[in-house]
């Protein structure tokens, strides 16, 4: 049996959010016209490369998310109305499964149910034996779900997950009544986001059935790649129990700003956490995975403040916590750079990475949490870049940030705080920015592709990097 020991310099990740959320930060302030320096070692070789499961999304069925919310309707035109209450009814988008000649399929008003008279009746003209054996396939109905994707969840609440690009999943969380169900769910949402599917289910069993060795076991066969963390603290003695890692700083599950300052969802709690998940890239040699939680919320049912997403049955929006995580959308499997704050205030936070967009084009990603209540003049110096390697066109800035740090969004307001991204004019290794109050900044420069001419046999040949 081995494990690894999370070193204590991990702990001060939890304590960096409670340093943060009152108002006055605990920090000096820097006066607009006190200039401050940001130095970027951007040379070849100088930076870390993060781990590509960094940050992911955590589900779990609370305030609604699954049921009532991702899967709140599977079947379209459920009730065989959609064309009214005549007869035939539109059974669109039903279809048939197998052919025609094998399959009758009509309607009526038969039903039991006094408020939906509509009924279906199949009638099968084909068996498993005799003269007309049924399609290989077999025969039936098929429906592609309510919101047209083929795992029928609920494609505007989907596609806000896709935005902010997880790289794992994990499940299914605290509550476990609905396993069998969530699970194979779970499984079918990893899939469609793309991302790793982390299944906890070790120490939910062990509660239920007693059953830890067994299942260690069983998975270790199976799945030996698969690394198993125990939250039990090996520190000061021996773990009783076999486990890959122990520690839960290893895997920050579920991290988030509560409490009155954090309202339902406030700006400044979304600073805080930008600021804890820079502290997070910073510190990825050692937290491998982050995850913030709870993710949803049906306001129906708001058991928890506050969550990532809000929505009803019709309306959804992200909360400013939300917003926070498209900053980092791109830092897993990126390239942490070596970044340094020259001034003697600490109501700043800032990190620096290398990232690449789906058409090979490399960027330098530099973000900025200003906790203070005064803009900052910033002076960010690059080096290790050759002369000219920055496209003076195709950078960009973007800022989140609102005129009080305790505005939400809302139903009303869906982005009243959400990013808002400008091009940025005279982008270069050498620049002077200033930086807004009670804001969230990323800048990103797009490097210039470098053209190397390879001679082979008396041709040559041109590529880009």
Same mark, same amino acid.
């Not at 009544?177 to 969530?182: A, I, K, R």
């Not at 990532?308 to 909360?319: D, E, K, L, P, R």
């Given at each position: 049996?081995?494990y690894y020991?999370?070193p204590r310099s991990?702990l001060f990740?939890c304590l ?7 108002y006055q930060f605990l ?8 200039p ?9 070789g100088?930076? +870390?490369?993060?781990?590509d499961?960094? *940050?992911?999304? *955590?589900?779990e069925?609370?305030?609604?998310a699954?049921?009532g919310?991702?899967?709140?309707e =599977?079947?379209?035109?459920?009730g ?6 005549i007869?035939?009814s !539109?059974?669109?988008?039903?279809s048939i499964?197998g052919d ?9 008003r038969?039903?039991?149910?006094e408020?939906?008279?509509v009924?279906? +009746?199949?009638?099968?003209l084909?068996?498993s034996?005799?003269?007309?054996i049924c399609?290989s396939?077999g025969?039936g =109905?098929?429906?592609? #779900?309510?919101? #047209?994707?083929g ?10 997950l896709?935005?902010?690009?997880p790289r ?6 605290m509550?476990h ?6 699970i194979?769910l ?11 599917p982390?299944?906890?289910?070790l120490d ?6 007693? !059953?830890?060795? &067994?299942?260690?076991?069983a998975? +270790?066969?199976t799945?030996p790649?698969i690394?198993m963390?125990t939250n039990?603290d #090996?520190?000061? %003695?021996?773990?009783d129990?076999p ?5 839960f700083?290893?895997f920050?599950?579920e ?5 009155k ?5 406030? =700006?400044?709690?979304?600073l805080a956490? $930008? ?6 890239e910073?510190n990825?040699?050692i937290?491998?995975m982050a ?11 708001r %058991?928890w403040n506050p969550d ?12 400013p916590?939300y917003?926070?995580?498209h900053f ?5 499997g990126a390239t942490?750079l070596?970044?340094a =704050? &020259?001034?003697n205030?600490?109501?700043?936070v $800032?990190s620096a990475?290398t ?5 090979g084009q490399s960027?330098i990603?530099?973000k900025?949490v200003n906790?203070?209540?005064?803009s900052v003049n910033l002076?960010?110096s690059?080096?290790?870049l ?10 960009? &800035? ?5 005129a009080?740090?305790?505005?939400? !969004? ?5 982005e009243?705080? $959400?990013?808002i991204?400008t091009?940025?004019?005279s982008?270069?290794k050498?620049?002077?920015?200033q ?5 969230f900044?990323s *800048? ?5 592709s470098?053209?190397l001419?390879i001679?082979?046999d008396?041709s040559?040949?041109i590529s880009s990097i």
């Open positions: 049996m081995g020991k999370v991990v990740l960096f959010i409670s340093f943060c959320l009152p920090a000096y302030e820097v006066e607009a016209d006190q401050v320096q940001l130095l970027i070692d951007a040379s070849e100088s930076g +870390r490369r993060i781990p499961t960094l *940050f992911g999304i *955590f589900f069925e609370i305030n609604h699954g049921t919310g991702l899967w709140a =599977l079947v379209s035109n459920r065989f109305e959609a064309g009214g209450a007869i035939p !539109n059974i669109d988008p039903w499964i025609e000649s094998s399959l009758i399929v009509s309607t009526d038969s039903s039991c149910f408020r939906n008279k009924a279906l +009746r199949m009638e099968v084909c068996d034996e005799g003269a007309h399609p396939g025969v =109905l098929y429906n592609p #779900g309510f919101w #047209g994707m795992h029928g969840f609920r494609k505007d609440l989907v596609d806000m896709t935005r902010i690009k794992f999943l994990r499940f299914p969380g509550y009544v609905t396993w069998p169900l969530q194979g779970d499984w079918w949402l990893a899939e469609d986001l793309d991302a790793l982390i299944w906890e289910a939910g069993l062990e509660f239920a059935r007693g !059953n830890y060795l &067994k299942f260690y076991d998975i +270790r066969r799945y790649d690394k963390i039990c #090996g520190s000061s %003695r021996p773990l129990h486990a890959d890692m122990y520690d700083h290893a920050v599950s991290y988030a700003v509560t409490g300052d954090a309202g339902t969802g406030s =700006l400044l709690a979304a956490e $930008a600021g804890f998940l820079i502290g997070l910073k990825s040699d937290v491998q995850s913030y939680a709870p993710l949803f919320v049906n306001t129906n049912d %058991r990532a997403i809000v929505f009803n049955s019709s309306q959804h929006y992200g909360t916590s917003w926070v995580q980092f959308a791109e830092s897993s942490l070596n970044a =704050l &020259k001034t205030s600490s109501s700043l $800032a990475i990232w690449k967009n789906s058409e960027y990603r530099i900025i906790f203070g209540s005064t002076k960010i690059v080096s290790g050759d002369p000219n390697s920055v496209e003076l066109s195709g950078s960009t &800035k973007t800022i989140l940030t609102s009080n740090v305790m505005d939400e !969004n809302s139903f009303k307001e869906p009243k705080i $959400a990013p991204q091009l940025l004019e982008a270069d050498e620049m002077a920015v930086v807004l109050p009670h804001s900044t *800048f990103d420069l797009l490097k210039k470098v053209s001419r001679k082979e008396d040559s040949s």
